[in-house]
């Protein structure tokens, strides 16, 4: 019997969330709705633009986003992730604690992870991550015994982002593989998997049972519409969780091909929307529901997200789905 529900191994940051818009992001020459990975000096540059503005800050990393909404819904969840002696450090390592999310922090001296969100009026998210100390660990912090007694073990392409972080997730996935541990596999951005192709296409051969991607990510990984990827994530004998925006989501096991119709609402934030999405579905998962029913699950959970500032749930989101 497994003792937990999901566990996962991420960058555990900090999200500053700010208002901008298209000016913004031309001035400070970025390109809009993807995510940037940035220096401290650039860093700095993007604060100091919105130095006036409100901010909101929460807990970040896309595997973290999954992993603290699993546990608002009720599933036995554990992180690992690495941080700094810092102010924010201390801020994550109490949240998760008072959320219920098992902690395996390993706080080192840097500063921590802080990705800045600007959030244009449309809804995209236009993210600048200074990984900090999010991506100083190695296979030391895996949480073996942990992943080993998990039904899901959940990760992000963004942990693609050296070698270190690279030989910790293959640690991870070797356990999780010997343990009868499902893989989940969030492709995470455009960005990562243009950087990542091959390695993304061996993990989805060798390792994965889920797999979440997003139009433009399939895109770029199978040079394939979502349809055609669906057929190569499922012929590897993985779950295909394709995410289609406002034409919902795109379900595929073996030769079983499940459309999920998108669920209405006001676009206010896209930020979090395939994490929740993630959340949701594998909230389900755990739960043995069937897959259009995990389907549906993740798109309320996305829906609600992108309806509000920020990258948490409503409480009539989280009761939703619990009916569901």
Same mark, same amino acid.
């Given at each position: 019997?497994?003792?937990?529900?999901?566990?996962?191994?991420?960058?555990?940051?900090?999200?500053?969330?700010?208002?901008?818009?298209?000016?913004?992001?031309? %001035?400070? $020459?970025?390109? /809009?709705? =993807?995510?940037?990975?940035? @220096?401290? +000096? #650039?860093?700095?540059?993007?604060?100091?633009? &919105?130095?006036?503005?409100?901010?909101?800050?929460?807990?970040?990393?896309?595997?973290?986003?999954?992993?603290?909404?699993?546990?608002?819904?009720?599933?036995?969840?554990?992180?690992?992730?690495?941080?700094?002696?810092?102010?924010?450090?201390?801020?994550?390592?109490?949240?998760?604690?008072?959320?219920?999310?098992?902690?395996?922090?390993?706080?080192?001296?840097?500063?921590?992870?802080?990705?800045?969100?600007?959030?244009?009026?449309?809804?995209?998210?236009?993210?600048?991550?200074?990984?900090?100390?999010?991506?100083?660990?190695?296979?030391?912090?895996?949480?073996?015994?942990?992943?080993?007694?998990?039904?899901?073990?959940?990760?992000?392409?963004?942990?693609?982002? %050296?070698? $270190?972080?690279? /030989?910790? =997730?293959?640690?991870?996935? @070797?356990? +999780? #593989?010997?343990?009868?541990?499902?893989?989940? &596999?969030?492709?995470?951005?455009?960005?990562?998997?243009?950087?990542?192709?091959?390695?993304?296409?061996?993990?989805?051969?060798?390792?994965?049972?889920?797999?979440?991607?997003?139009?433009?990510?399939?895109?770029?990984?199978?040079?394939?519409?979502?349809?055609?990827?669906?057929?190569?994530?499922?012929?590897?004998?993985?779950?295909?969780?394709?995410?289609?925006?406002a034409d919902g989501a795109l379900i595929g096991h073996g030769d079983q091909r499940i459309a999920i119709?998108?669920?209405?609402?006001?676009?206010?934030?896209?930020?979090?929307?395939?994490?929740?999405?993630?959340?949701?579905?594998?909230?389900?998962?755990?739960?043995?529901?069937?897959?259009?029913?995990?389907?549906?699950?993740?798109?309320?959970?996305?829906?609600?997200?992108?309806?509000?500032?920020? +990258?948490?749930?409503?409480?009539?989101?989280?009761?939703?789905?619990?009916?569901?």
């Amino acid at each position: 019997m497994k003792s937990l529900d999901v566990v996962s191994i991420c960058n555990a940051l900090v999200d500053i969330l700010v208002q901008a818009d298209d000016r913004d992001i031309e %001035n400070l $020459s970025l390109n /809009k709705g =993807i995510m940037h990975l940035v @220096d401290d +000096a #650039k860093q700095l540059k993007v604060i100091e633009h &919105f130095a006036e503005k409100q901010q909101t800050v929460e807990l970040g990393g896309s595997s973290m986003n999954a992993i603290r909404t699993l546990a608002a819904l009720g599933a036995k969840t554990s992180f690992a992730g690495s941080v700094g002696r810092d102010a924010y450090g201390e801020l994550i390592d109490k949240r998760l604690g008072e959320i219920g999310i098992r902690g395996k922090l390993q706080h080192v001296e840097a500063h921590t992870g802080i990705c800045f969100i600007l959030v244009t009026p449309d809804g995209e998210r236009t993210m600048n991550t200074n990984l900090g100390a999010s991506c100083l660990f190695d296979e030391t912090i895996v949480p073996e015994q942990d992943i080993a007694q998990a039904k899901i073990f959940h990760f992000a392409g963004y942990q693609w982002a %050296n070698p $270190s972080q690279i /030989k910790a =997730i293959r640690r991870a996935l @070797d356990i +999780a #593989k010997a343990n009868d541990t499902m893989i989940s &596999f969030d492709l995470a951005d455009p960005f990562v998997v243009r950087a990542n192709r091959d390695a993304f296409l061996e993990v989805i051969k060798e390792y994965a049972d889920i797999v979440f991607s997003n139009r433009e990510e399939t895109r770029l990984l199978f040079d394939s519409t979502p349809e055609t990827a669906a057929n190569f994530i499922t012929d590897a004998g993985a779950i295909a969780a394709i995410k289609l925006g406002a034409d919902g989501a795109l379900i595929g096991h073996g030769d079983q091909r499940i459309a999920i119709k998108p669920v209405p609402t006001q676009v206010i934030d896209t930020t979090a929307a395939g994490d929740m999405f993630a959340a949701g579905f594998l909230y389900g998962m755990v739960q043995g529901k069937p897959l259009d029913v995990c389907g549906r699950m993740a798109a309320e959970m996305a829906s609600d997200v992108i309806s509000r500032l920020g +990258a948490t749930v409503s409480s009539h989101a989280l009761q939703s789905v619990r009916k569901l």
